[in-house]
Structure formats: structure tokens, C-alpha cells
């Protein structure tokens, strides 16, 4: 490695942070949703002020924002990154404590006596042989999603103050809250980061640069019945349970999570409740095509007038909110930070991952905000889980990544 930061350096901080319980709440209404979030977001704050970093900054809704200055008149781009504080609601991030299993040799990870992370289920495992590989012990998540781009973050710019031949411009950080509930930046000061263009340091296999993601979409499907007593309902009952289900079966039955792949987009059904008077269905909508996002969407309404044309009564109303945008529309007029990046992915040794985010990431709200930003690979798999693990050479390299672009960033 041209810049090696060291393993116990990483593991200290991801270590620390990880112990610091941050779980988003995506049912408070509050900003941050969790309090707690606000005890790793001060924790950072002392350290980004240890690190040298000038302008350090906690608002009141959590974000934690600092600057590096530049160390040379040379023309640099002004360049930053980002990570966020908060963990996933989907497994407990209460009490994590972090395991290291020293030079891995292959197998399953037994965690507890109840939860081992088997090879055969997991087979990038195999990938990770002879690495120093960090878990929890099984009861909770582990947190390196997004804790070990913290980490990698912050043990870059500490690489930097020890190393001050490194020639480099100006270099923002920020740390925010709530990105698992998809309201991390909802309010991002977007003069506090004035950058040419950034990183969300938030992605999984090191090596891996993600510049496309979902165009995404909510859907609540609003059922009406009309409901009489079952002894007398003939021709006048309309059970909006079964009005519901109709909906759901006039919709692609391939377009579905568990059929869909790679840039092939889905409706997703993850919420029903109701009953014979009023039901309601709750959807996702996801597509990388922006066309075929719009169809899904357009296909919502037609089956809505289709049904309440069949039963002359408005029975069905459809309401769809779009949620965040495919960030490749913007950059792909503006490839300079990819380019950047994929240069300092491969100066790094690492394998090169371009793949499409099935899912969403900060970025894209960033990059429809103003600021190009798209996402590196932090060195972890099995996110939001208790199968969650990275490994400190992963961690290593995507650190030397980062290095790598401070370096590059040069006009």
C-alpha cells in the first residue's frame, strides 16, 4: 500500500463508535429521530477538533461538520466526505460490542451458540481468507454501516496532519444523522460544505464506486368498502379487503423484490391494514429507468380507474410521492469524480465494483442539491443485520482510497 494506515487504528475507532447506540427512529417525527444519535454526533465533534479540523460545527438537528485546510497554493479541487452516525432499525444497535477474529482461515463465524455466519450461505466469505475480520457477538448489528466510513474518515485526516508532505487542497467532512430512514439529508447546510464535489463513504466491498440508484417512489393505496351485516350483504357488500387484494393482482406479478435483479425495477408491498369497510396497501415504487419509473407509477392510476369503473364507485384512490431521484442523470455530465475515483481504486491494488445501488444513498439527494456525490465502498457485507461484518484490510484499502483521491484531486 502507498498509504497504510494501520489496523488497530481503524479497529480503536470503528470499536468506539460502534459501542455508542444511534439507532434511527423512522416513527418519532422528531429531527433527529433518536436522541441518541447526538452522543456519537459530540463525541465526533471533540475528535474532529483533536484532528485539526477548523469550523467544526454540531447543528440542532444533528449533523457535525468540519474543514481541513489545504497545505499548499497548488490548484487542488475542494473535495469532501461523508458518512452518517445512524445505524438501522431493522436489528438492535443497544450494547454492541465488537469482535475481532484474528486471520480468518475460512468456515463459518460462529458468533454465539445461536447465530453462526455460515460460508454456504455467505460465500464472499471466501474472499476474506487470511484477513482480521470484525463482528458482533451476535446480538445486535454491527454498525460499520455506517461506523467504519467514520472510521476510515477520521483516520485519514489524522494520516494527513502526520504527514504533512502530502500535499492537498481543502477538505470537507460531515457526519449525519437518520440516513437508514431516508432523512439524512434533510437538513444538510449545504453552505457549510462548500465543495467542488464529495463522497458518501457508505458502500459496501472496498473498491466499489456506486453512481446510480434508484428513481423511488411511495404508494398508498386507499381502499373504501361498503359494509353491511354478512346475514343480509348480498349484492350490496363490498369487502375492501377483497377490492385490495384485487389491486395487488392487476399489478406485474414479476415486478417484485424477488424476482427482480441488477437495474430491473419492482413494486414492492410492504405494509396492509384494514377491513371490510377501509383497507390500505403501502408500496414502494423503484426503477434506474426514469421512463419505466414513470409507467409503474402511471400503471398505479390506471388501475385505480380501471377498478372504480368496474364497481361505478370510487372505491379506490391512489396517492404516490416520489421520494429521491437516479443521481446518474446529473453525473453523467459531470464524471470527473468518478473518473477520480475508479483511478484511485485501482492505484489502491483493489478490484474495481461499479454496480447500480438497489436500494437509495444520501448522495443522490446531494447531487440533486447542487453537489456531485457519488458513493465508495467502506469494506463491509451483510448490512443491517447480525450477520454484519467487515475486515480491517477492507478497511485499509478503502482508507488508501480516500488518500488516493485527495491526491488526484489536483487541477
Not at 174 to 193: R, V
Not at 278 to 285: A, S
Amino acid at each position: 500500500m502507498k498509504y497504510r494506515i494501520e489496523k488497530e487504528t481503524l479497529f480503536k475507532r470503528l470499536e468506539k463508535y460502534v459501542s455508542i447506540e444511534t439507532t434511527s427512529d423512522p416513527n418519532s417525527n422528531l429531527h433527529p429521530s433518536s436522541e441518541k444519535e447526538f452522543d456519537l454526533i459530540y463525541d465526533l465533534e471533540k475528535e474532529m477538533k483533536k484532528l485539526n479540523l477548523k469550523d467544526v460545527y454540531v447543528s440542532k438537528y444533528a449533523y457535525v461538520y468540519g474543514h481541513l485546510e489545504k497545505n499548499t497554493d497548488k490548484p487542488f479541487n475542494t473535495i469532501g466526505f461523508i458518512s452518517h452516525v445512524d445505524t438501522s432499525p431493522d436489528a438492535s444497535g443497544k450494547n454492541v460490542k465488537a469482535v475481532l477474529h484474528r486471520n480468518y482461515q475460512g468456515g463459518d463465524i460462529k458468533l454465539n451458540d445461536d447465530v453462526i455466519t455460515k460460508e454456504s450461505e455467505f460465500p464472499f466469505l471466501k474472499l476474506l481468507k487470511g484477513r482480521d475480520i470484525v463482528t458482533s457477538d451476535g446480538t445486535t448489528l454491527l454498525g460499520a454501516d455506517d461506523k467504519a466510513g467514520i472510521a476510515e474518515i477520521l483516520s485519514v485526516i489524522e494520516y494527513l496532519n502526520k504527514h504533512p508532505e502530502i500535499e492537498h487542497g481543502d477538505i470537507y467532512v460531515a457526519f449525519t444523522p437518520d440516513e437508514e430512514i431516508g432523512e439524512g439529508t434533510m437538513f444538510f447546510e449545504m453552505d457549510k460544505f462548500p465543495c467542488d464535489f464529495a463522497y458518501t463513504v457508505d458502500g459496501s466491498i472496498e473498491g466499489e464506486i456506486a453512481y446510480e440508484n434508484f428513481n423511488a417512489a411511495s404508494a398508498v393505496v386507499n381502499v373504501k368498502g361498503v359494509n353491511i351485516h354478512p346475514g343480509s350483504a348480498k349484492d350490496h357488500m363490498i369487502n375492501s379487503i377483497l377490492v385490495a387484494y384485487e389491486f395487488n393482482s392487476m399489478l406485474d406479478p414479476d415486478m417484485v423484490p424477488a424476482k427482480t435483479e441488477g437495474r430491473e425495477g419492482f413494486n414492492h408491498l410492504n405494509n396492509m391494514e384494514g377491513n371490510v369497510e377501509e383497507t390500505k396497501l403501502y408500496y414502494i415504487i423503484r426503477n434506474h429507468d426514469k421512463n419505466k419509473f414513470n409507467a409503474q407509477k402511471q400503471a398505479f392510476i390506471d388501475i385505480q380507474n380501471a377498478i372504480n369503473k368496474k364497481y361505478n364507485k370510487n372505491l379506490v384512490e391512489v396517492t404516490i410521492k416520489d421520494s429521491y431521484y437516479n443521481m446518474f442523470d446529473i453525473i453523467k455530465d459531470h464524471m470527473e469524480s468518478v473518473d477520480i475515483a475508479k483511478i484511485a481504486i485501482k492505484d489502491a491494488g483493489a478490484n474495481l465494483y461499479v454496480e447500480p445501488i438497489r436500494g437509495g444513498t444520501d448522495g443522490a439527494t446531494l447531487t440533486y442539491k447542487g453537489l456531485i456525490c457519488p458513493n465508495l465502498g467502506t469494506g463491509g457485507f451483510n448490512f443491517h443485520g447480525k450477520h454484519e461484518l467487515i475486515s480491517l484490510e477492507g478497511m485499509q484499502i478503502a482508507s488508501e482510497i480516500i488518500l488516493n483521491i485527495i491526491n488526484l484531486s489536483k487541477k
